[in-house]
């Protein structure tokens, strides 16, 4: 009798147990609203960050204009007669983007030449050469700098990352950038 007992308490647990899982939802199947919920909210945030990250950049070399006497002859015809290679234009960009990231997006876009080398000393890319001007052209203390929000980084442009709203300047100096407003001073 009690073996009997035994037997069908065993089937009515089962039995319970059986029928009390058949409202739950399969594990792998949690997982997978979970995954596709998640995939969604970060498209959401992705869509956000983009719209909203933004910055404007601009090139110009009007420092040329004042040292015209400086530029080598086969140069000036890379010169714009205002300076502005690149009037400031808004720009859309997208988190963990530097501001070399930025200018190599705007010259391919504009179709503007850039030359730049990575540096493995600094781990960081060297701007030489933008729309045919290159460090030098103008002079031993001339070449490319820039700037973010009116600030001169003494770091490659490489390693900056960019910011919302952020205003990035690149700029042509015929006087270590003595002439753009670079208040570097030498050593």
Known sequence: MRKKFRKILGCLTLLFLLT?????????????????ETQQEKQQTNKQ???KNTC????????ILDNEKEL?????EFVPSDGWILE???VKYETGDTVYDILVRVCKEKKIQLDANYTPLYS???VKGINQLYEFDCGERS????????YFPNYGCSKYEVSDGDVIEWRYTC???????DEFEEE
């Open 175 to 181: 006087d270590l950038g003595k002439d753009v407003g």
């Open 49 to 51: 960050n983009v719209e």
């Open 56 to 63: 404007t950049v601009s090139i110009e070399c009007s420092t």
């Open 143 to 150: 070449g490319w700098t820039y700037s973010v929000n009116g």
């Open 124 to 126: 960081a890319y060297y």
């Open 88 to 90: 400031p234009i808004e």
């Open 20 to 36: 009390s899982c058949g409202g739950m939802t399969n594990s792998s199947e949690i997982t997978k609203l979970e995954t596709k």
């Open 72 to 76: 080598k002859a086969s140069k000036k």
